[in-house]
């Protein structure tokens, strides 16, 4: 994301949620996202936060992965 780019909504944008929905998974109110929207400054706690729930994503992308790819070999096995 480049560092000019609004981290609020692009966070959003990214995750297919709304600023209410972004306030929750933070444990935080709506207008203190939204004033990080507005202000385009977000505390480093909740810039870490972030960064973990798109790490929690993409290691859950690569867990079906590997479920669909094993699942694929089970059915090559015939069991």
Do not use: Y
């Amino acid at each position: 994301m480049p560092e000019d780019e609004n981290i609020v909504k692009a966070t959003c944008k990214e995750l297919g949620i709304t600023q209410k929905e972004l306030a929750e998974r933070l444990g935080t109110h709506l207008t203190t996202v939204q004033k990080w929207a507005s202000a385009n400054e977000i505390p480093t706690n909740a810039k870490k936060t972030i960064d973990l729930i798109f790490e929690n994503r993409k290691l859950k992308e690569k867990v079906d992965m590997f479920t669909k790819a094993l699942n694929m070999l089970d059915e090559a096995r015939g069991k």
